[in-house]
């Protein structure tokens, strides 16, 4: 389960998705199409929302308060996040409409948002990044990594035969980091240091 809620109106359209798939299962001879994905067309793709979600946070303390000179230290960090979609809100659709037509809608969804986003959804991406951290003498400075995962929700409107579905989606997707300087302490009144996190990365998709 990816660590979002939804909005009122992907609840509303997740019930009213599951009760007109059940339906549409029932009325499959009636010209509902049993081939490919190739068989639900995207009529429209609405994006409702785009947001960061915070994966993790790392905590580096650097204590130079008894220092006599520059301290700084080179510390390498590495976060691993999964490329996962949800549709609809799936324990409101029964298991007999989980069949031939959820599957054909949930591989137009990976298609349509994989050409979208330039992403393989299931996929993993994993990063490692080098930091360099420094503080002045009679400084302690906590510097804070922060590890962030995009993320974007929307509706996907698609047709099936002679049934069209508003199929509500949230999708997470990337992998990025900030860095950032926390309140520190300082034993004398020297002007306050000037903190740096110099960085170079390494990233991998799998």
């Known amino acids: 389960m990816l660590p979002f809620i939804y909005a009122g109106v992907v609840s509303t359209l997740g019930v009213i998705l599951g009760k007109r798939l059940a339906a549409a299962h029932q009325r499959s001879t009636g010209g509902l199409p049993r081939q490919t994905s190739a068989s639900v067309r995207l009529l429209a793709h609405h994006v409702l929302e785009e947001t960061n979600q915070v994966l993790a946070t790392e905590e580096v303390p650097m204590d130079n308060r008894f220092g006599n000179k520059p301290l700084s230290s080179e510390l390498e960090f590495s976060q691993t996040a999964a490329i996962a979609l949800e ?14 037509l959820w599957r054909l809608m949930e591989n137009r969804a990976e298609l349509e948002l994989g050409k ?21 003498p009679g400084q302690f400075v906590r510097y804070r990594v922060v590890w962030q995962q995009q993320s974007q929700r929307g509706i996907l409107e698609l047709q099936a035969g002679r049934h069209v579905f508003q199929l509500p989606y949230l999708v997470a997707y990337g992998l990025s980091h900030t860095v950032e300087s926390l309140p520190g302490e300082s034993i004398d009144k020297r002007p306050k240091a000037n903190h740096a996190a110099e960085e170079s990365t390494e990233e991998e998709e799998e």
């Not at 549709?87 to 031939?100: A, I």
């Not at 996929?123 to 930091?131: E, G, P, T």
């Open 87 to 100: 549709l609809g809100e799936n324990n409101r659709v029964t298991t007999g409409s989980k069949t031939t």
């Open 116 to 136: 979208s986003l330039g992403i393989e959804v299931g996929s993993q991406i994993s990063r490692r990044v080098k930091l360099r951290f420094a503080t002045d």
